[in-house]
């Protein structure tokens, strides 16, 4: 399970999944143990410069193929996996790059939080909307533009009006996203890549190393 997952094969991946399942292993036990170590070792690669971002896609499509199998039976056996946290995320109104935030959204889904993705170009009204509805603990925005970085900003503010925050953390990331543009509009954290972001949501969780 693990080796298909490193090998970037979700027909592989489903397979196993599927043959664990006839074979009845707990669908949780086969996530937990069985494809997540994949999954964590290629995030890992990736962080320290030895995977390249389309493998680390390719793992993340075929961890993604082996939980879309095993998820239904996981809820009808009613064992349900560990929630981390709520996430609702999205890209700053304006802006369509979304490889990058997929990225963040399937590493975070795969590690066991709970994530509603808004998509691209979302207005800060439907984060704020979002964020209520599914009683968010974070809310992620991405933006790859320096015009629509301001976005973010919007965001926060609007998570603040509406009395989300300091309750909600609001974390932003993106290639031209900085600490100090982060500490400038008041979010509760960013980060430089998708593993970075999950220890981030962990650290904020409280499940995890503190991130500076
Ligand atoms: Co665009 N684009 N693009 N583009 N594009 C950039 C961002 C740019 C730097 C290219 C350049 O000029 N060198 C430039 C921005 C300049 C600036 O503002 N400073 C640019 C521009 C100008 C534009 C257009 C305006 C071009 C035009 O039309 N004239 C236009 C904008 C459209 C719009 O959004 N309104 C545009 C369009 C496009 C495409 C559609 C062609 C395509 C996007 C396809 C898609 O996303 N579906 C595209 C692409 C692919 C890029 C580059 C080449 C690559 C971005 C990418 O996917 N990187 C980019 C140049 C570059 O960044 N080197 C560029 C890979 C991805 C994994 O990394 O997105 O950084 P990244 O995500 C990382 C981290 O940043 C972090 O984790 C991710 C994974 O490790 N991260 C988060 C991201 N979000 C996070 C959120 C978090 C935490 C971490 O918490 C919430």
Not at 62 to 70: D, G, H, R, T, V
Not at 175 to 203: F, H
């Amino acid at each position: 399970m693990r080796q298909s997952i490193l090998e970037g094969a979700p027909a592989l991946a489903a397979e196993l999944a599927q043959q664990s399942l006839r074979d009845g292993v707990d669908p949780l036990i086969a996530v937990n143990h069985g494809f997540a170590p994949g999954i964590t070792f290629a995030g890992d690669q990736f962080g320290r410069g030895e995977m390249f971002l389309p493998d680390l896609l390719a793992c993340a499509e075929a961890m993604k193929a082996a939980i879309k199998i095993l998820e239904p039976e996981i809820v009808k056996r009613g064992s349900q996996r560990e929630i981390l946290g709520t996430v609702v995320l999205g890209t700053a109104r304006g802006d369509i790059h979304d490889i990058g935030k997929n990225l963040v959204a399937t590493i975070l889904s795969a590690s066991g939080f709970q994530i509603f993705d808004l998509g691209t170009s979302v207005t800060p009204e439907q984060f704020v909307a979002k964020a209520k509805e599914v009683d968010a603990d974070i809310v992620g925005i991405s933006a790859l533009l320096t015009t629509t970085m301001v976005g973010q900003r919007a965001v926060i503010e609007a998570l603040d009006r509406n009395g989300l925050r300091p309750r909600v953390k609001a974390i932003i990331g993106g290639a031209a996203v900085t600490a100090k543009w982060a500490a400038e509009i008041g979010a509760d954290g960013y980060s430089r890549n998708a593993i970075d972001a999950l220890e981030l949501a962990k650290s904020l969780m409280g499940k995890g190393t503190p991130v500076a």
